[in-house]
């Protein structure tokens, strides 16, 4: 719960020992707050050839508030952002500028618009944009790629183009370190709107305005953790009205939340209730005190069922009657290691159908009744151990593997209620679970990721909140790993 | 090119010190020689319910004189070894029997049917296998476990289930340790054989010959450093006939290898004729004499030809002449490694240009012309550091990601040409190169994998030449890591 070497190398003592040592000086990690504005600074915008995406990012970027400047290289930009009455400037590179590194030059995030690259040798438009501004961006600052979906492009030359992007923003984060956060997102091609066909604009507009929620996600301080990744969001129609409030994006939900006692699944509990949701709460009736305290914090409901008893189903579609739920988190979980030749049948058993199999039988007693209302999102907990294995977890990381496969599998069968369902995999989070490993594996954990340190609780949270948005229509059977870009993978 | 902490441990006075100071020690590998049977020793065979591909395994285990034993859960396993004429017995788990670990009661491979399993609760039945037979298997063994490819399983619960042995495959790896390697074969369902109709077997048999090439070469020591993956096999027609030599399987072929001269691509010419393919060996002219040197060995031809030059295409594709080729491996590249900040534009072009779009290029042309024939093999060289990123490599993650991307787009056109495209994507290999990094970060990539030690160029090799295989047509839009299971990954 508590990382005392990332507190020591922050204090004013700790950061000279660091400094004279050469040590690793993980960075405190900006964090949405409720007190604080959670979008301020200056984008620095960057594109490739034929960028198809700066008009949906230019709205976006008016909408939070943050200013922009445009790299040398995305010339479109200027007149978009004028038309969104977004402020804007020339971005003037820290070097270029006479300023260090750091300076009032710097920028709260970096946003590359490549859905235009068409060929391998057009990818130097990205090279020359970080080039220039990689030096300018903040510490805890944001490197978002736009793309177009390597498997919808196409010719061969444009699939592999985009695909070489991973290797891109992948890299950027393992050099911007600094509590810096790197993702792409591939955006499919939409449906043109009708603006397109007209000739009063020399600027191609998309109906692209699907990526919002996820754009918004990745600016915001709430992604603090998520660095690394790669998202899809495909064509479902799913932009909030002109009166939406994105302050409370879940005002008149209902969510439900399985784990919800403590640790990751309390902070989903808070996470999704501050942004409007009325919470349903679900833990093992041995943990009814901490659930009845979790749940009267937020004025949700406690439900203490076992998620594994096979009576349990039926009672969550009984329990939230005819109001359903809109939103659906499977989080509870156990562990119960050992290498698989010491372990006992029981421990295999219980962790795939407590982590696996109840997720099953619950969402098919769910879907049937129809408690899981049409339009609604599944959020899975998965783990990085499901991607990659872990020794002493056979039971747990194929459990966790097997939530990747439920994701997958049913995504395009409930798309056709327009039902969403992803997973998110959490590295290293600071846990009661993670602060009682032996401390050389926790050491371990914690600074084998990019940003040198564990993550809390809140940031699995927040990425769930990403997923479950309204907006979020768009994307569905994926894996989201919060993991701060950890080494460890498959 | 020398792992002298691997030395020092198995040496015998080494092999004390490491065990009274509790050191890690890393095996040495056993690989495939030409004067050492490929194949000896006892395969332990498990199954989950309805097993659908044990009679493919035994026809494969009994063809290269391999024995078995059946674990309980394989009940359906003597009738079909008595078919194969294959020498059989039950499987006694090493304690049971009384045998310490080791004893002869070891195995040299476990492997586990698993395409019947529709369901979590099913997959009890590989627990119940690898809890009885892990600690019966030999160091340097293998793991081998055959599923469904999940995106193509008809339920969401068979698609869980199977995706969900990732899980368990990867996990294995890293538990067992002592140089065995565990891999996940995903074998798509084959049209059924006419046999199966007939009312004489009670045993359904499938069309499944094409799992032949796949099952020897992870039996085989040539698979020494490949673990952790995941393979799948389409419904390709492959099987060779009754009298293909399999010692010889590239008899009469003919293969292109750039980058030949040294290194993996002198390696990957070596297997690729001691397999019985003409080696045409391409690599710069300032590298001709110790290319000359490397074909003369092998009785290849050498291209002193620079991939990158724009008339280099249409030189090869002359040089092959009428001929043509079978086989084209593309493995030459370069680094230039700098942080992005500080790397100047041609070290971005150069290397997205060698790595990546002189493929491009190469490929275009050979296809146009017909060059590479019906029925051909393209692999490609990508990298660890395609797949994750890597810090002071955004060039070379950026183009071997792009290897990827290139291999995904053109499976699907190249299929109606019978053609195969796949990639091979090297962890830490023991190259002059990975011999001039600093010792730190050279001892981090030798041991951070479920090896604790590098690979070898001909571990890279031996990959490749599986992949070139006749028998390997169902195998296509792949990558295949030999890394010996690397920690690090996406």
Redesign the interface.
């Given at each position: 719960m508590n990382d005392s070497y990332l507190n020591f190398v922050n204090s004013p003592l700790g950061a000279r020992v660091a400094r004279s040592l050469h040590l690793p000086k993980p960075e405190v990690l900006r964090r949405y707050r409720a007190d604080a504005p959670e979008f301020d600074g200056i984008v620095a915008v960057g594109a490739g050839p034929s960028p198809q995406l700066l008009d949906a990012l230019a709205g976006v970027i008016a909408r939070i508030g943050m200013t922009s400047v445009a790299h040398a290289g995305a010339s479109a930009w200027m007149p978009l952002a004028n038309r969104h009455g977004l402020m804007t400037g020339r971005f003037e590179p820290a070097q270029l500028a006479g300023h260090a590194a750091g300076s009032q030059a710097s920028v709260r995030a970096l946003v590359f618009d490549a859905s235009g690259i068409a060929?391998?040798?057009q990818?130097?438009t990205?090279?020359?944009f970080?080039?220039d501004a990689?030096?300018s961006l903040d510490k805890c600052g944001r490197i978002v790629v736009l793309g177009r979906p390597?498997?919808a492009?196409a010719?061969?030359?444009q699939?592999?183009?985009?695909?070489?992007?991973?290797?891109?923003?992948?890299?950027?984060?393992?050099?911007a370190r600094r509590g810096i956060a790197s993702n792409l997102v591939y955006v499919a091609e939409g449906s043109k709107s009708s603006a397109e066909s007209s000739t009063t604009s020399s600027v191609e507009h998309h109906n692209d305005s699907g990526i919002e929620s996820t754009l918004r996600f990745f600016l915001s301080p709430r992604s603090a953790y998520v660095s690394?990744q790669v998202v899809r969001i495909g064509t479902a129609p799913s932009a909030p009205g002109e009166d939406f409030d994105w302050t409370q994006p879940l005002a008149g939900q209902r969510a439900v939340v399985t784990g919800a006692a403590r640790g990751i699944g309390a902070a989903i509990a808070n996470v999704l209730a501050a942004q409007g949701a009325h919470v349903t709460g679900i833990d093992v009736p041995a943990a009814t005190d901490a659930l009845d305290a979790t749940m009267r914090q937020i004025s949700g409901t406690a439900l203490p069922f076992d998620i594994a008893a096979p009576e349990t189903p039926a009672q969550i579609a009984a329990a939230l009657d005819e109001l359903g739920a809109d939103v659906f988190v499977h989080n509870a979980g156990i562990t119960k290691d050992k290498?698989?030749?010491k372990?006992a049948?029981p421990a295999?058993?219980d962790v795939?159908?407590i982590n696996?199999?109840a997720q099953?039988r619950i969402d098919d007693a769910l879907l049937e009744a129809g408690t899981l209302r049409d339009g609604g999102r599944i959020v899975c907990v998965s783990s990085i151990?499901?991607?990659?294995?872990?020794?002493?977890?056979?039971?747990?990381?194929?459990?966790?593997?097997?939530?990747?496969?439920?994701v997958?599998?049913?995504a395009p069968?409930l798309a056709k209620r327009r039902i969403t369902i992803n997973a998110v995999a959490p590295g290293f989070i600071e846990t009661q679970m993670t602060a009682k490993m032996p401390l050389a594996i926790r050491e371990a954990g914690r600074r084998m990721n990019s940003m040198s340190q564990g993550g809390q609780p809140v940031d699995v949270a927040q990425t769930i909140a990403w997923l479950a948005h309204p907006g979020s229509a768009g994307i569905t059977g994926q894996v989201v790993r919060v993991c701060g870009q950890s080494?460890?993978?498959?």
């Open positions: 060929d391998s040798a990818l130097d990205v090279y020359a970080f080039h990689l030096r390597p498997e492009c010719s061969p030359r699939w592999t183009a985009q695909r070489a992007l991973e290797g891109v923003t992948r890299s950027l984060g393992k050099e690394g290498t698989i030749a372990m049948e295999w058993r795939i159908d696996l199999s099953e151990g499901g991607i990659a294995g872990n020794l002493g977890q056979t039971n747990y990381a194929a459990s966790k593997a097997g939530v990747i496969g439920r997958q599998s049913m069968h080494l460890i993978g498959a």
